[in-house]
């Protein structure tokens, strides 16, 4: 069974009794005032969510700067809008559309990548996947001293 969605009820309720507590208080006023300031909150909301998906639009789909910064800023219960304005990108949608739990990806340059799990639109789960690294692509040992011509430092000292 899903769980409920409350803030579906209880922000409808709020700005109908704002608006019953204010005409009961101020008359035809009151309610002006706060059907303003309920307009006013909702376009303020819209112009948020405009200006994270006009910069998310730039990006491509599923890319971030750095997948290990993504991972530790990420925290329960974050809405998925927040972690579209952290990424500046849309996440690469991993499950059929409009199914829940929804799965995002993003991944960045060097192939790690971070698999987000929203539940109506909340962060639940999240896991970083680091790409395997080849034993033959681990950088060599650094020269030892004594493998080091002598003078070699001396053509890097500048001169007196």
């Not at 005409?23 to 006023?29: L, S, T």
């Not at 112009?47 to 990420?74: C, E, F, H, I, Y």
């Amino acid at each position: 069974m899903r769980p409920m969605n409350y803030g579906k009820v209880f922000v409808p309720l709020a700005g109908l009794l704002l608006l019953v507590g204010s005409y009961r208080a101020y008359g035809w006023a009151g309610v002006a005032f706060a059907a303003g300031a309920i307009v006013m909150f909702l376009l303020m909301h819209f112009n948020r969510t405009m200006q994270v998906l006009k910069r998310a639009a730039d990006r491509p789909v599923g890319s971030v700067a750095s997948a290990v910064m993504l991972n530790a800023k990420l925290r329960p219960k974050v809405n998925l809008l927040h972690v579209i304005a952290m990424t500046r990108s849309l996440g690469e949608q991993r499950t059929p559309k409009d199914t829940q739990p929804e799965v995002f990806r993003w991944t960045d340059n060097g192939g790690s990548w971070v698999d987000a799990t929203f539940v109506n639109g909340k962060l639940t789960e999240w896991t970083m996947v680091r790409p395997e690294t080849p034993e033959d692509a681990l950088p060599a040992d650094p020269p030892s001293a004594d493998a080091v011509k002598p003078g070699a430092a001396d053509a890097l000292r500048p001169p007196l």
